[in-house]
C-alpha cells in the first residue's frame, strides 16, 4: 500500500501505472480540510490538475473513529453517477481509482475558486448561493427517485454510512446526552429502514466549491439510498450552528435556514416520500445540532461554551410534546439562543 502523502512515492505510483509520463514532473501539495481521507493536488506539466484522494482507516479526530477504507469505492460510484441526477458542473470528473490502493482521482476546480464554507464564516451570506444549494439537494432527491432503478442498487449498502454517519453523530452522541437516547435510537432505526432516495450523507458548505458563481459538490464517500430527511438537517445544522457562532450575523442565517427550507420543498413538492418530510427533517435537524455539538465531529468553529449551549437547547426541543416543524425548529432554536450568555460558559 503506498502512502500518497509520501510524494516521492506517490510520483513514482503515477508514473508505473502510466498515469503520467516516465520523466514526467509534477507539482504536489497537501488539501486541507477533511478528517477521512489523505487528499493531494496534483498538477501536470501540461498545466492539468488532478486531485487524488487516499481513505484514511483511522480518521483524522480525537475520539478513536475507524471506518473500512474500501469505501473510496462510494465516492468513485458518486463521481460516476452524480452528473445523471445533478445541473451541469456541479461535481468533478472521475479520472481513474484503484481499489487496492485505495484511492480515487478526479479532476480539480479550475481556479479561482474558494471553499463556502470559509465564506460563510467570514460572514459573507449570499441569497444566490442558498439558493443554489438548496435547488441542488432538490434535484439530487427528485431526479435519484426517477432514476431508482438503475441506481438503488448501486448505492444499496448503507454501511460506510453507518459507520460514518449514524454511528458517529446519533448512537455517540446518545452516550454524552442520555437524556436524547430515546429520541436518537428510534431515529437510528427509521433513518436505516428507508429507501426513497439517493442521499449525499455530507451535504454541507464545507463540500462546497464557488466556481464562477456556481456550486461544485464534494466528497461522496456514504452516498445510499435511504432518507433525504437526513441531507436537510445535516445541511440545515450548518446554518443554525454559524447563527450562534457569529451573533453580528445571527438574523441573517436564520433568514437563509428558513429560505433554504422553503426552497428545497418546492423542489421536490409532488413526490411521493414527501408526506412525512417535514417531521422527519425537523427530527434530523436536532439530531445533527446535538451531534456537532457532542458528537466524534464537533463542528471546529464551536467554542466550548457554544457547543454547551448548542447541546443544551436541542435536547430540551428534543423533549418537547408538540414536536416542532423544520421552521418551528429554526424560529425556536434562534430565540433561545439569544438570551444566553456564552461568555460565562
Known amino acids: 500500500m503506498i502512502d500518497i502523502e509520501d510524494f516521492a512515492q506517490l510520483q513514482g505510483y503515477l508514473r508505473d501505472t502510466g498515469r503520467i509520463g516516465s520523466r514526467e514532473a509534477v507539482s504536489i501539495r497537501l488539501l486541507a480540510g477533511g478528517v477521512s481521507n489523505k487528499t493531494l493536488l496534483v498538477v501536470r506539466s501540461s498545466g492539468e490538475s488532478w486531485v487524488i484522494k487516499q481513505a484514511l482507516r483511522k480518521l483524522r479526530v480525537q475520539s478513536d473513529w475507524f471506518s ?32 487496492a490502493e485505495n484511492l480515487v482521482a478526479m479532476e480539480a476546480v479550475p481556479e479561482p475558486h474558494q471553499n463556502w464554507k470559509q465564506q460563510l464564516l467570514s460572514g459573507d451570506i449570499s441569497r444566490e448561493f442558498v439558493g443554489q444549494f438548496a435547488k441542488l439537494l432538490g434535484t439530487i432527491h427528485r431526479e435519484s427517485f426517477r432514476l431508482r432503478p438503475q441506481l438503488a442498487p448501486v448505492f444499496a ?104 427550507w422553503k426552497l428545497y420543498v418546492d423542489d421536490v413538492r409532488g413526490m411521493p416520500w414527501t408526506a412525512s418530510l417535514d ?10 445540532l446535538l451531534a456537532r455539538a457532542c458528537g466524534r465531529s464537533p463542528l471546529e468553529y464551536l467554542n466550548k461554551g457554544e457547543r454547551a449551549v448548542q447541546q443544551k437547547i436541542v435536547v430540551e426541543m428534543m423533549m418537547e410534546e408538540n414536536f416542532p416543524t423544520v421552521d418551528q425548529v429554526i424560529t425556536r432554536f434562534s430565540k433561545r439562543i439569544a438570551g444566553r450568555k456564552l461568555d460565562k460558559l
Open 68 to 99: 473500512d477504507p474500501a469505501r473510496i469505492q462510494v465516492e468513485a460510484n458518486g463521481l460516476r453517477y452524480l452528473p445523471r441526477v445533478t445541473p451541469e458542473g456541479s461535481t468533478t470528473a472521475l479520472l481513474f481509482e484503484d481499489r
Open 157 to 260: 449498502d448503507k454501511q460506510y454510512f453507518y459507520a460514518l454517519r449514524l454511528e458517529p453523530y446519533y448512537k455517540y452522541s446518545a452516550t454524552v446526552a442520555p437524556e436524547a437516547a430515546p429520541f436518537l435510537e428510534e431515529l437510528v432505526a427509521w433513518t436505516l429502514s428507508r429507501f426513497d432516495t439517493l442521499v449525499h450523507g455530507d451535504f454541507s458548505p464545507k463540500n462546497v466549491l464557488l466556481h464562477n458563481n456556481r456550486l461544485v459538490l464534494l466528497d461522496h464517500e456514504v452516498l445510499h439510498f435511504g432518507d433525504p430527511a437526513f441531507d436537510v438537517g445535516f445541511s440545515l445544522t450548518h446554518f443554525l450552528a454559524k447563527a450562534l457562532h457569529l451573533q453580528p450575523k445571527r438574523q441573517e442565517f436564520v433568514k437563509a435556514a428558513l429560505h433554504y
Open 279 to 288: 417531521f422527519r427533517a425537523a427530527q434530523h435537524t436536532l439530531a445533527s
